[in-house]
């Protein structure tokens, strides 16, 4: 079950850039990228934990502020010779509504 | 008796439609045609070119009188359909009612018109029809016309290159940061602006436009930032919405638009529609191609043929004379995604492909988009494009063809571009002297022209000149490239950024051609800067491009937290600054206050969200920011000088702080610190910094090139000066000549190394023009620099940066 509830829209982002969501299970990381596509990663580097919403956004990528891994925004992959990953979020766009399934946390929360 | 079929819009969607519809059976129906235009079907693309003046009116009527005559198609053109009875199964057009077995809804969409005041005036217009086509160009006519264009898409810049032509003053005002990003990439909506600037169309992007001004009619536009354009004419063209009103009248499901199933039938099964006010899988189109698939559904449908829409790919050309343009599919980036982008800075062409799986996701063509209908169809098809990755990009006719050159941008160069600003040396002079005295190594080309003579930083240019005119026998050394983003190094780009007047970034990477479409973490910082210190008063700073300490002006700490460090003016406080500073940290519960190696106060452990509250309570007691987080100028330490100290020579803190202040704000290619101690015995470590002071009793020793970081290097002497205005503007100059040349992230000493001392020395001290031209020229940056940033985001800029988007608590379960 999809529980899709609104985050914002998408003027609330500066494109090449992010805005937090905070939720009961963590802050989360809303991206814009140059073309308007919209991602959902976990604020939290898995390396020492830096917020990459702070990060400098390129392609659907952010580098973290604290180190300078590069993440995939769409998959959550660390790139290149660093490795490791964060957790994604279903994000959908409706017109200039973005809105991320709710459901997902109270899954993560049981697990 | 044969059914009643009647047809509300006589647009171009019903207009196909009853075509097919003749074709498979001219006898089912009796069909009548509402209009709400007083005229029948036209091509309603071509209304662009008939405003430009370049077709008539009647050129672009698609169904005459004749025709509806021929297929006796009962027609009630003016005539606006207001309700629709389902019960009864008939329309009312006003008083009047018109029976229908079955209906078919086809009008169109509505221009959007936002609501700001104003928007009733006379004089406001949308672009939809042949009325509004009329309007504009009758306001065309008159003398000094001025028209202004809300909207930077497909119709808006179509109207704007239109009235134009037509001899109007035109400004288009786009909300987004670039024209037509809906279709377009930054990239090829900079090349798209360049050209229509070239046209004499005034652009103008990120407009927020607050209220159209005038009294009997419109005469000016007023943006948020209080910008004005007068305007004759105001043009709203900035989106459209599917026309439901009569069809949300009578109960149809309705969401953006009229939803319909695959067969165009409505939640009414006597009821379809097609063209733009439709909805199929959530989805509305604007543009005709689908909008004719659907009228072959409908028309097959309505005669009980079976028949299914399938949703379809778009692309979009502008029909702006002399501009190509072609935008297909879907060109977001993503990671499993690649691209493949051409630049070619000189002919203004720009290509990019974006593929998944080998396949064509989308393609965006500008300046040569012969290829556009080729790249469609394997779009479409979903055809594996593994065999020709290679050479894709260059098109179908080359397929088997050539590799990209690396020299291709310095091949491009006009002969008179600057290569050497130090000397004023251009491209041909060095082409032409190498060729003409046959020269054949560098140290020749310098002795001959001078360019590369000076500071060196166009080095690497004049190589590649020297390579491209001698071909393989010259070897330039290799250069380190800036990035994986291009095979251009620093200086080059430095140099270019210069000598071709780029100014945004997406001018840079288009021009220099670039070979990713937005840069990476590396090369977008750099050029931020390059373009902050080439172009102070005209550059518009991307923070989207700054590391987030700049972004922020905080310095981020190992937990996400911040620290916060004001200015202390040469190291010197007040009981008052010191309480105000224990105040905030009460206030704020900041957790550690530690004074800093560079004489001051640092507060650490402040939540991102306090920041702007933290620097209201700091601003108050009159402190700005310290840029402890900038590439720019961080301290000035002093000692306590002449003063104070028994063996002090000058007023050290004075010449200090005096630097300081005059120096704030500014950004520089790495940090810059400096120290002023007042007599040799150098309290204030003056001789390890990047720039350094030692007070003597006949005036000022300057120094510069120290490290006491990463490395540990004693300073250079530059010279010595006598007076604190000297030491002031020469240490200013020398600054400066540092901002204009260094690589990002080089400090004063590596950049020193490279340039050579005495080339800085006889720059700085022996050529007083030149020294004079570097302090000008920096003074001239701070009137934009010297901005306090921290009071501009207590006053609201960039609120965005410190607050979450959202807040969400645990979803309820669904029941
Ligand atoms: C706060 C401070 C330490 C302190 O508690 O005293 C400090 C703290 C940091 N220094 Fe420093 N440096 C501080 C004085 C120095 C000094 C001494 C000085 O300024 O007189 C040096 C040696 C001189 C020099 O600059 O080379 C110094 C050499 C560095 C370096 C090495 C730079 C180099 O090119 O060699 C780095 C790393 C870098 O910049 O890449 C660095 C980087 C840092 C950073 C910014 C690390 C980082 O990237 O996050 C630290 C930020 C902490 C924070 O949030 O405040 N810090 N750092 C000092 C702040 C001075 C100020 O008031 O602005
Ligand atoms: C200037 C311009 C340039 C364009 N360029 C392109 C292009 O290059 N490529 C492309 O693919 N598309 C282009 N389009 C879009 C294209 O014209 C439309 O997608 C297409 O016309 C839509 O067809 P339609 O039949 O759905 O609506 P329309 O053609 O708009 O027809 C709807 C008709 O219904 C009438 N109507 C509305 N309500 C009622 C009512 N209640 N009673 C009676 N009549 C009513 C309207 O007055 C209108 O005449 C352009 C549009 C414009 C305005
Ligand atoms: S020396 Fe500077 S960079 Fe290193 S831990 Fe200390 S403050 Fe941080
Ligand atoms: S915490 Fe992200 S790279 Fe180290």
């Not at chain 2, 379809?312 to 990671?335: H, M, P």
């Not at chain 2, 397929?399 to 000397?423: S, Y």
């Not at chain 2, 250069?479 to 200086?491: A, I, N, S």
């Amino acid at each position: 079950m999809s529980d899709w509830i609104e985050v914002g829209k998408l003027d609330d982002i500066p494109q090449r850039g992010a805005r937090c969501v905070n939720t009961p299970i963590g802050r989360i990381a809303v991206f814009r990228t140059a073309t308007d596509e919209v991602y959902a990663i976990e604020d939290r580097c898995p390396h020492r934990g830096g917020p990459l919403s702070q990060g400098i956004v390129h392609g659907a990528q952010v580098t973290c502020p604290l180190h300078n891994w590069v993440f995939s925004l769409e998959t959550g992959d660390a790139q290149g010779a660093d490795e490791g990953a964060v957790r994604t979020f279903a994000l959908k766009r409706e017109g200039e509504r973005i809105l991320m399934d709710a459901s997902i946390m109270l899954a993560v929360a049981a697990e | 008796m044969t059914e009643k079929l009647v047809v509300v819009g006589a647009g171009m969607a019903s207009g196909r439609m009853l075509e097919h519809l003749f074709e498979a059976n001219p006898d089912a129906f009796d069909v009548t045609l509402f209009g709400a235009e007083p005229r029948g079907n036209y091509n309603r693309i071509m209304l662009s070119p008939v405003l430009a003046g370049e077709k008539t009116y009647d050129e672009i009527v698609t169904h005459d009188a004749n025709w509806y005559a021929e297929n006796g198609v009962n027609c009630r053109f003016g005539e606006t359909v207001t309700r629709i009875d389902r019960k009864a199964k008939v329309v009312f057009s006003g008083e009047r009612e018109t029976p229908y077995d079955k209906l078919v809804i086809a009008t169109g969409s509505a221009p959007f018109i936002i609501p700001i005041a104003g928007k009733d005036l006379p004089g406001v217009m949308a672009f939809r029809d042949l009325d509004d086509v009329d309007a504009m160009a009758a306001a065309a006519g008159k003398p000094n016309a001025k028209a202004v264009v809300i909207g930077g898409g497909l119709l808006g810049l179509e109207a704007a290159a239109a009235l134009r032509l037509r001899g109007m003053e035109v400004v288009v005002l786009h909300l987004m940061g670039h024209l037509m990003e809906r279709q377009l990439d930054p990239a090829a909506g900079y090349l798209l602006q360049k050209e229509l600037e070239g046209r004499g169309i005034k652009i103008h992007c990120k407009a927020q436009t607050k209220a159209v001004l005038g009294e009997e009619r419109a005469e000016a536009v007023v943006l948020e930032d209080g910008t004005i354009y007068p305007a004759d004419i105001v043009v709203m063209a900035v989106g459209i919405r599917p026309e439901t009103r009569i069809a949300v009248d009578a109960g149809l499901y309705v969401e953006r638009g009229i939803v319909v199933n695959d067969q165009m039938v409505s939640s009414d099964p006597d009821i379809l529609a097609v063209g733009e006010c439709v909805e199929h899988e959530s989805i509305c189109y604007g543009l005709v191609a689908p909008l004719y698939d659907m009228a072959k559904v409908a028309a097959k449908t309505l005669v009980k043929e079976d028949a299914a829409f399938r949703p379809v790919e778009t692309a979009t050309q502008l029909k702006v004379t002399g501009v190509n343009l072609y935008s297909a599919g879907d060109f977001a980036e993503g990671d499993d995604r690649e691209e493949i982008v051409l630049r070619d800075g000189s002919a203004g062409i720009y290509k990019r492909l974006v593929l998944k799986e080998n396949r064509i996701l989308g393609a965006v063509l500008y300046g040569e988009t012969a290829d556009g209908s080729w790249f469609f169809n394997m779009l479409k098809k979903g055809t594996d494009v593994a065999e020709m990755r290679d050479t894709l990009i260059f098109g179908q006719a080359y397929q088997g063809g050539g590799q990209l050159d690396p020299m291709a941008a310095v091949a491009a160069l006009p002969d008179d571009t600057e290569i050497c600003g130090c000397n004023g040396v251009c491209k041909g002079k060095i082409v032409g002297t190498i060729t003409e005295k046959g020269l054949t190594t560098l140290d020749a080309v310098r002795a001959h022209t001078k360019a590369s003579n000076s500071c060196g930083t166009c080095t690497g240019l004049v190589e590649q000149l020297m390579r491209l005119t001698l071909g393989d026998t010259y070897n330039p050394a290799a250069v380190q490239p800036m990035c994986g983003c291009t095979d251009l190094g620093h200086d080059d780009v430095r140099r270019l950024i210069k000598a071709k007047g780029l100014k945004t970034i997406p001018a840079v990477m288009q021009e220099l051609e670039w070979k990713t479409s937005c840069g990476c973490a590396k090369c977008r910082p750099a050029l931020n800067y390059y373009l902050v210190a080439d172009w102070p008063d005209e550059y518009a700073d991307d923070y989207q491009s700054r590391f987030v300490n700049e972004r922020v002006h905080a310095n981020i700490q190992k937990d996400g937290t911040y620290s916060v460090v004001p200015r202390m003016w040469g190291g010197v406080t007040s009981s008052k600054e010191l309480r105000a500073i224990a105040d905030v940290v009460d206030k704020f519960n900041i957790p550690t206050v530690k004074v800093t190696g560079g004489q001051r106060i640092d507060m650490l452990g402040i939540q991102k969200e306090d920041l702007p509250a933290v620097w209201a309570d700091l601003s108050k007691a009159g402190f700005v920011s310290g840029h402890a987080y900038a590439k720019g100028l961080r301290t000035v330490k002093t000692c306590v000088g002449s003063d104070w100290c028994r063996f002090g020579t000058q007023d050290s803190t004075g010449l200090g702080i005096r630097i300081e202040k005059f120096m704030w704000g500014s950004w520089t290619p790495a940090k810059v610190k400096m120290a002023v101690s007042g007599c040799p015995r150098n309290c204030a470590e003056a001789t390890c910094k990047d720039v350094g002071v030692v007070c003597v009793d006949s005036g000022f020793e300057i120094h510069f090139a120290g490290a006491a970081g990463l490395d540990i290097k004693g300073t250079e002497v530059l010279g010595l000066v006598k007076t604190e205005d000297e030491a002031l503007e020469v240490i200013v100059a020398l600054v400066q000549m540092y901002r204009e040349q260094a690589r990002y992230l080089e400090r004063i000493y590596k950049w020193a190394k490279r340039v050579g001392i005495e080339e800085i020395r006889r720059q700085i001290m022996e050529d007083t023009g030149k020294r004079k031209a570097f302090f000008d020229r920096f003074v001239f940056s701070q009137k934009f620099a010297q901005v306090d940033p921290w009071s501009e985001r207590v006053s609201g800029k960039d609120k965005h940066e410190f607050k979450p988007m959202a807040e969400l608590g645990f979803p309820q379960a669904a029941e």
